[in-house]
């Protein structure tokens, strides 16, 4: 199997992360007793500015969960679909060739689903798969490209999209000032991504994906996630992350042994930019240098953490921008809610 193509879609109301933090301290009022501690974290999750689903007036009028998820629907059809039709451009093939397509969010609830909405919308066949996963989070991503691989192993000759739509801002909760809230609204942002894949009997000259593992911890259900509220969706964000994505090159060695690979086998990183702690975690857990995970940081800085849809971004930057050698082994790498970790293995 192998990717044929990335594409994006950001919203295009873009702020610069000081404008959005004058925004969210006149947000917060006089509710917020420690505004220093807010423009802290919002100088230290290390983000220069980020893509908004509406613009930033408007999100004062989203007073209830009904009000909030209807914009999700408004926003996330059109984006959505600019999102596809980028990644069928860049693979060079029309919508009806795609025979599969997985859809991920966690940041709205939509029956039919987003997918459902968009695929006569771009020209998708009448028969096309469709695959709807919801509450995977950030590690949706990755999560994604390998079961879609899973498809394309039992089909070979098929053709497969994945598409991510995260509007994390609307999710922002106003009257929660709790440090996981203050955190998410300083680090999370919008936007869509796709990803076209292609079974081993279709040419192509995209990167392999060679083989996938997915890793649960157990008892680690309160580090991630929503909980849901007659408000909508509150974040649970506990400091236990960076902890656990320290300790991830275990799972990572036991991974590439069943390849015959070993660490220093590989040559390129393309992860999830969870937060500048979980980055320097696993720049520590894999020993390897900032550069290492220059496209990461860089997309952090640029639009933040747009969870499902941020790795699938970094994996476009690394074909566009610094694609490995060919031949080389690369490790794709998203953690979420669970507490989980994705690891799926390339072949540039």
Known sequence: MRIAAVGRALPDYYYEQSELLAALQDAFGDRLHNAGRLERLHRNVCVAGRHLALPIDEYEKLDSFTAANDAFLRCATPLGSRALVDALSRAGLAAHRIDHLFFVTVTGVATPSIDARIATR??????????????????????????????????????????????????????????????ASALFGDGAAAV???????????????????????????????????????????GDVPRIALGIRPDVDEFLAEHGLVLDDIESFVCHPGGPRVLEAFEQAFDRPRDAFALTWQSLSRVGNLSSASVLLVLGDTIAERRPRAGSPGLLISMGPGFCAELVLLRW
């Open 122 to 183: 771009v020209g998708l066949r009448r028969d096309v798969k469709r695959t709807p996963i919801f509450g995977l989070g950030c590690v949706a991503g990755a999560a994604g490209i390998a079961r879609a691989a899973d498809y394309l192993r039992g089909h070979p000759g098929g053709i497969v999209a994945l598409l991510s739509v995260e509007l994390c801002t609307l999710t922002l909760q106003r009257r929660d000032l709790s440090v996981s809230n203050l955190i």
């Open 196 to 238: 076209i894949l292609t079974g081993s009997d279709v040419p192509g000259d995209g990167p392999q994906v060679v083989a996938s593992r997915s890793v649960l911890y157990p008892d680690t259900e309160h580090v991630m996630g929503w909980n849901v509220t007659s408000e909508g969706f509150r974040v649970v964000l506990s």
